[in-house]
Structure formats: C-alpha cells, structure tokens
C-alpha cells in the first residue's frame, strides 16, 4: 500500500512529530514497505478469532487504598526543563 | 584464569570462601572495562564510585557474617532502559539526555537489595527498537566475538558486556526478541521470562503487553540465579505475576531424559535461515535425543505470520507510550512558540530515525479507519499464534529452534533496511506475542568463528524446565568461550 505525502504528515501531526521534507519523503517510501509487507495478515480469516490484547491473562489487580510514601514536590520537579512553584511550565495555551 | 573469566557462581562460591573480595571484583572489572570498553563500546555509563561503595559494604557484611545472599558482591551491569535513583537514565536516546531518575527500577532495587555491585548502564537501541544497537542516539557497540560486527539489540550493550567479560552478569529486557538474540550473536546465555514473571516497574516502556525483564549471563546457571532474585511479585506493577517462583536450582541438573522436545517445522522451513545455523541447532537436537529426550516434529502454522502481527502491535503500543516525552516533565525541551510546536519540535529533535518511524507507523495502525484492518487484525493473528503454541503443548515439554537466522551480521550492513533488520527476530517474535520464557544458549561456533544460539521455549511460567533443558545441554557440550580481544 502505497502512503500518500499527505496521509505521512497527517500521520505525524497525529503523533506531535515535527519531521523535515527530507524525513518525510523517506517515511513515506519505508512505511509503504513496511505496510506492504504486513498485508500479509488478510490471507487469513479471523472472522471469528477474539483478539488477544495481552499475554498475560490480566486478573484486575485490587488492593488495599493505603497511604504509601511517593516522590516529594521537589524529588518529581527535580527534571522538569521548566517549573514555576511546585508546577511543570508550559507555553501558554489560552490568552 | 582471571578473576574476571569466573562464573557469577564460581566467583559467589570464592567470595564466601574469602578467596576474594568484592572489591577486588569490582576493580578487575572496572579495569578490564577501562582497558577494553574503547572497543566493545558496551557501557554508556560506568558508576565506579557507586559500584566501589557497593563492594565494600557486602565485604564489609561478608566479615560480619551477615551476606545478603548467594550473589553479594557479584558485580552486574544493567540496561539503560532500567531507572536507576541518582544515575542518568538515557534509554538510549538524545530525548531523555541529562535524566536523573529519582527512584530505582523494581529490578534495580532487587539486585541492590541482593548486594550486587552495579558497575554501570549499558548501551542499547533507541527505546529497545532494534536488532544492533545502531539505532543507540549514542554510538554502536561491538561484538567482542569480531568487532566489525553488531552484538545484536537491543540489549547489545548487556550481550556485549558479558561475552567481554566486562560484567559477570547483565539484564536487558526483551519485547520482541531484545534478549535472546543478542545472546545467540555474542556466544552468551540470555532469558527472556514468562510476561508477568519479573517486574516491569521503573523500565522505560516500549510495547506494555510484550516487554519483559532478564538476565543475560555466561552459564545457565548463572542466568536461573539471577532470574532467582528477580522472579518476585510486585504490587507496582499490575500484571506482575502473583505466583512464586520455584527454586529453579533444585531440577537445574534433572537433565532431559523423558522430555519431549518440540521440533518446529516452520523454523527449519524458513529462507534465510543460514545453513550452519540450521546445522549446529539440528546437532543440538540430535545430542538431546543421545541424553534420552524425545523428539517430537511439531507444526506451528502461524510462525510466518508473527514479523507482520509484532511489527503492527509494537508499534502501536510504542506509539501511545511514547507519548509522554513531550518537553513537559523531564528531558529535552525544544523551546518553540506554542505548546504543540514545542511538542513536534522536542521529538521531531529528541527522536531518532527508528523511534520516528514506528511511532509513525504505530500512530497510522491506531488511526481512524485503518485500527480494524490493521491493529485489530494483528491482535487476532496474535490469538491464532497463542494458540498454536496450547496446541503445541499438548504433546511437548518444550520447543527447540534457532535463536537467529544467521550470525553476527557487519555494523552498517543492515542500518538502512528497516524490513531486514526486522526479520532477525523472525524466531524469537512468536515466543514474545504469546507471552512465554524463552532462552538462548550457546550450541556452536560457525567456521568464521562466531557463535550460534540455541533457543528453548517453554510453557507460561515453567522457566524451571527451560532452564533444565539448557543445563543438560550445556554440561555435555559447553560452548562457553572467552572471545579473542586483544588485551591491548
């Protein structure tokens, strides 16, 4: 399946990706690839097959609602590239 | 010998015996690494300091008589996708360049609670994508067995470190095959758990539902004694395992008379399987059947179907994981106008080509209008492997195959083929989407002079008897070498 320039940076803006002209002429040619070589899956009928979404056979993991310690203010900041107080920094969003 | 060619085990037993010294190890592996990493290019990061401080407090507990255990004072290193408190954490990429984690990896935590000494954090591909460690925003690493080579990936550094003789142990982590190829390529003993097995908590996260902790070692019973410690239920990760872990020495010697072994006829089919590969693993079975197992031909219809199934539902798993480095929290910010111009800047920055392309390629498999043809789909083949592999055990008490379809490949060889790269992990997929342990060991040497992996696959959660199949191999035909490195 051949991607369109357009479907690659729809797809990027989709995954906040900022690529270059050159990135994405590349992208475009490998992901195509890569989609042709996965086209491989409709040979099969699964019609009926339930999807399997993990290996484990996940059980709900309940427990007890008990305060146990967590990272301070300052321990979950420590690498935040801006802060301001006890908050991560952001660009501003509203006006 | 040199103190750094012992086994984990063979240096634990000297260390109890007060031959030695943790210390002492800690040094001669912090020397070797000094004069050899400039070649390997295995550790990222060496913490002398940390692992020195570490050695002389289990020597200091050896006096007293108060040993954490078996391993105080055996000197690992670890992958650099595991947090480790107050030591950076790259995960191999430019995006997360000056993180100091402020909390230890379960794992971590586990090793540091068993007295070993970590040397380090090892080299690895981008968020564990890739089959070489040149996907690593840092630099290759090489294969001590020839060092125009890759050691495999994505824990290539972990493979590397061990086959150097660099660490006594490793871990590395394992989503698609990260583990066990390395292993095979690098003439060493890598295991991938049971998923659920071993705590995932405070290990950057690639694809949640196959991504899984383990030792890459040089003996067998190197590998069960580090599994050992790490084999434990943890409430802060959901799907850890509540099960305990058996004693896996107690059958480690049991040997493999009365067991069926699977024999796979799709991995022998496949084309690109090198054929001294196929003959060391079809000599491996053979000598099995000589130690009194069985051999059973076994068909897994699905096998050809697990690259697509893997390289849709990592992806996309990857994708909505990776998510989170945005510049908001921790590492690279690219300062830029507004808040989704900082976010496509930082990544489009922080990324490298790999990571880029399977978030693409995971973001389009999720998209609206294609999640059923693609993501969905997957997630069924998903269920038709699983259940080729219930069949299966039916009939066998474990599956052997190759680990890799061929040996160590060049550096660069592959670097700029997505889909050749991918298809190195062609034997080890099935075993990962079906959540299940699989082991690679050692089981010849091609006449280049590069090893060849064995693989065993096993039941959920019976490690015990994939380990007792390894051993019984390994006792009789003990391919563990030290590579040719030049001392220089």
Redesign the interface.
């Known amino acids: 399946m051949k ?1 369109s320039r357009e ?2 940076h729809h ?10 002209a050159e ?1 994405e002429a590349k ?1 475009q040619e ?2 195509s ?3 042709d ?6 040979e ?1 009928d ?1 019609s009926s ?8 056979n ?1 059980v709900e ?1 309940w ?1 007890e609602d008990t305060v146990v310690p967590s ?1 301070s203010p300052d ?2 900041l ?5 802060r301001v107080g006890t908050s ?1 920094a ?4 509203l006006e | 010998m040199a103190l750094t060619d012992f086994s984990m085990l063979e240096l634990a037993r000297r260390l109890a015996a007060g031959e030695t010294s943790s210390v002492e190890a800690v040094k001669a592996s912090l020397d070797r690494i000094e004069r050899l990493d400039k070649k390997v290019k295995a550790f990222l990061l060496v913490d002398a300091r940390g692992a020195l401080a570490a050695a002389e407090a289990s020597d200091a507990r050896r006096r007293a008589g108060t040993a954490f255990g078996r391993l105080d004072g055996v000197p690992v290193a670890v992958k650099d996708l595991f947090c480790t408190e107050g030591l950076a954490t790259t995960a191999g990429s430019r995006i997360l360049e ?3 984690p ?2 230890d990896a379960t794992v971590v935590r586990l090793l540091k609670q068993a007295g070993l000494p970590i040397l380090g954090k090892l080299n690895m591909d981008e968020f564990a994508m890739g089959s070489s460690t040149e996907n690593s925003a840092y630099f290759p690493s090489h294969n001590p067995w020839d060092l125009t080579r890759s050691p495999g990936g994505s824990s290539g550094g972990s493979s590397a470190s061990v086959a150097a003789r660099l660490a006594f142990g490793a871990l590395g982590t394992d989503t698609g095959g990260s583990i066990r190829q390395p292993a095979a390529l690098t003439g060493t003993v890598g295991l991938k758990p049971t ?2 097995r071993v705590s995932r908590y405070g290990v950057v996260a690639f694809a949640s ?2 991504d899984q902790v383990g030792p890459i070692a040089r003996t067998v019973a190197d590998a069960a004694a580090l599994l050992q410690l790490l084999a434990v239920h943890d ?1 802060a990760d ?2 850890s ?1 509540t099960t305990m872990a058996p004693d896996y020495a107690t059958r480690l010697d049991a040997g493999v008379a009365g067991l069926r072994l699977g024999i796979p006829r799709e991995y022998f089919e496949l084309e690109g399987l090198d054929a001294e590969v196929r003959a060391a693993v079809e000599a491996a079975a053979a000598a099995y059947k000589a130690q009194g197992a069985t051999l059973v031909p076994l068909s897994l219809p ?1 096998t ?2 697990a ?3 893997y ?2 539902l990592a992806p996309a798993e990857a ?1 909505s994981n990776l ?1 989170r480095y ?8 690219v ?11 930082t ?3 922080g ?1 490298g ?1 790999e990571v ?2 399977r ?3 995971g ?2 498999a999720l ?1 609206a209008g294609y999640y059923d043809a ?1 993501y ?9 492997i ?1 259940q080729d592999f219930a069949a299966a055990w039916e009939e066998v008490d474990a599956i052997l195959s190759p680990t890799a379809p061929t040996t160590a490949f060049k550096l660069g060889e592959k670097l700029d083929d ?2 050749a790269m991918y298809a190195n992990d062609v034997f080890t997929l099935p075993c ?4 299940l342990p699989g082991l690679s060991l050692p089981c010849g040497f091609s006449r280049a002079g590069l090893p060849i992996g064995l693989q065993i696959l096993g039941k959920p959660f019976d490690e015990a008897t994939v380990l007792r199949v390894a051993q019984s191999f390994e006792r009789a035909h003990n391919f563990v070498r030290a590579p040719p490195l030049g001392e220089g």
Do not use: C, W
């Not at chain 1, 097959?49 to 484990?56: D, I, K, Q």
């Not at chain 1, 420590?78 to 801006?82: R, T």
């Not at chain 1, 952001?90 to 969003?93: E, L, Q, T």
């Not at chain 2, 990962?432 to 959540?435: D, E, F, R, Y």
């Open positions: 991607l479907q690659v797809v990027a803006t989709l995954a906040h990706l900022a690529l270059t990135e992208m490998q992901l690839a890569i989609l070589a996965v086209e491989t899956l409709r099969l699964t097959v339930e999807p399997t979404s993990h290996a484990a996940a993991g427990r990272l321990q979950a420590k690498n935040a590239p801006a991560f952001v660009p501003r969003i | 000056g993180f100091v402020p909390f998923y659920g539902s196959l409430a959901a799907t395992a699905h050809k179907y690259l697509a199934t390289y849709l994708s998510a945005d510049g908001v929290r921790y590492g690279l910010r300062p830029a106008g507004g808040l989704r111009e900082m976010y496509a800047q990544r489009g920055r990324f080509a880029k392309r978030i693409m390629l973001t389009y998209s693609y969905l789909k997957a997630q069924k083949v998903r269920t038709l699983r997505p889909l990962s989407l079906a959540g």
